[in-house]
């Protein structure tokens, strides 16, 4: 079967603690995407990368960092920077080319106290 | 830079009826892509209907459509017959030629028997 998974599905770290949340597709999707979803709002973009080995920032990067070493994976690491980490995190791909919309994973949901 | 506005946090229809989700958009690009996604309590985001913003005809699919309005930079959604399964959050994104998506706040619906 084709897609995204996102593990693990909740997760809890103590404030001060890196943590990684990991994004596989099998899609051969060009594309990944990195967001964050807080109750009630819609979803910000953190980082993308259209190519491996190449990524951008988004409109929320503060704290975040990824990496894109092989196309099917784009980790996102949360790092003691990020002031507010709890959060819902869902990662998206897509193929290149503007016609294609984003497939999304099932999230994983962040809880840091 | 995209914007992407909802300005209904919430609407409320019954089974069978008709709702309609606006949706206005702001973007820089002459070629941009329109999208509406679905999120349902399991909080998997689900694509609904996307609209290419070069055609001029309304995109379809079964009973959602929508209605662009190039000129005023308007996507709305219209929901017929609604179903029980049609509760959800809904989410109106736009895309530019670089791949980047903006998401809209969202709208709330929920159906009622």
Redesign the interface.
């Given at each position: 079967d084709g897609g995204i998974t996102q593990s693990p599905k909740y997760l809890f770290r103590k404030e001060g603690q890196n943590v990684t949340l990991s994004c596989e597709q099998n899609l051969n999707h060009d594309?990944m995407?990195w967001?964050r979803q807080d109750p009630?709002?819609?979803?910000?973009?953190i980082y993308?990368s259209?190519i491996v080995n190449d990524f951008?920032k988004?409109d929320i990067a503060e704290g975040y960092s990824v990496s894109r070493e092989k196309k099917e994976s784009f980790p996102l690491t949360v790092t003691s920077a990020q002031k507010n980490p709890t959060a819902?995190y869902?990662c998206?791909s897509?193929f290149?080319?503007?016609?294609y919309?984003?497939?999304?994973g099932?999230?994983t949901r962040l809880t840091v106290t | 830079a995209q914007t992407v506005t909802q300005s209904q946090p919430e609407m409320s229809v019954q089974e069978a009826e008709t709702v309609t989700l606006s949706c206005t958009y702001d973007t820089s690009e002459n070629n941009y892509y329109l999208f509406w996604y679905k999120q349902p309590p399991s909080r998997q985001m689900i694509l609904v209907i996307r609209q290419e913003a070069y055609k001029q005809q309304n995109a379809t699919e079964n009973r959602f459509s929508v209605n662009f309005q190039k000129a005023a930079k308007s996507f709305s959604l219209k929901i017929s017959d609604s179903q029980l399964g049609d509760t959800a959050m809904y989410f109106c994104a736009s895309t530019d030629s670089w791949g980047k998506f903006q998401f809209g706040a969202g709208t709330q619906v929920v159906v009622t028997p």
């Amino acid at each position: 079967d084709g897609g995204i998974t996102q593990s693990p599905k909740y997760l809890f770290r103590k404030e001060g603690q890196n943590v990684t949340l990991s994004c596989e597709q099998n899609l051969n999707h060009d594309a990944m995407y990195w967001y964050r979803q807080d109750p009630g709002q819609g979803l910000r973009l953190i980082y993308y990368s259209q190519i491996v080995n190449d990524f951008q920032k988004g409109d929320i990067a503060e704290g975040y960092s990824v990496s894109r070493e092989k196309k099917e994976s784009f980790p996102l690491t949360v790092t003691s920077a990020q002031k507010n980490p709890t959060a819902f995190y869902l990662c998206a791909s897509r193929f290149s080319g503007s016609t294609y919309e984003q497939y999304f994973g099932p999230g994983t949901r962040l809880t840091v106290t | 830079a995209q914007t992407v506005t909802q300005s209904q946090p919430e609407m409320s229809v019954q089974e069978a009826e008709t709702v309609t989700l606006s949706c206005t958009y702001d973007t820089s690009e002459n070629n941009y892509y329109l999208f509406w996604y679905k999120q349902p309590p399991s909080r998997q985001m689900i694509l609904v209907i996307r609209q290419e913003a070069y055609k001029q005809q309304n995109a379809t699919e079964n009973r959602f459509s929508v209605n662009f309005q190039k000129a005023a930079k308007s996507f709305s959604l219209k929901i017929s017959d609604s179903q029980l399964g049609d509760t959800a959050m809904y989410f109106c994104a736009s895309t530019d030629s670089w791949g980047k998506f903006q998401f809209g706040a969202g709208t709330q619906v929920v159906v009622t028997p």
